[in-house]
């Protein structure tokens, strides 16, 4: 299978000097993702999914960090 969709995203950061300071920022993100499932026996499914995740952003100040990520997710199942 493919696909593509929006994911939300969050972020609490801690930097500074003379002591740590946290911030806190979420943003909006595309993703688009390819996978696969297979079925053993009659119901038992093991799957995996592959996803890109982009344009995760988070702006403080004059820093930006990019969140962009790739994640590859195992899973199981049982169909019906």
């Given at each position: 299978y493919l696909?593509t969709?929006?994911?939300?995203q969050s972020?609490?950061i801690e930097f500074?000097?003379?002591?740590?300071?946290?911030?806190?920022?979420a943003?909006?993100?595309?993703?688009?993702h390819?996978g696969?499932?297979f079925?053993?026996?009659n119901?038992f499914l093991?799957?995996?999914d592959?996803?890109?995740?982009?344009?995760?952003d988070?702006?403080?100040?004059d820093a930006t960090?990019?969140?962009?990520?790739?994640q590859?997710t195992?899973?199981?199942?049982?169909?019906?």
């Open positions: 696909g969709g929006v994911s939300y972020a609490e500074g000097e003379g002591g740590p300071e946290t911030v806190e920022d943003a909006f993100a595309g993703y688009v390819g696969a499932d079925l053993l026996g119901h093991l799957g995996l592959l996803r890109y995740i982009f344009a995760a988070f702006d403080e100040g960090l990019e969140a962009d990520s790739l590859l195992g899973r199981i199942g049982w169909s019906f």
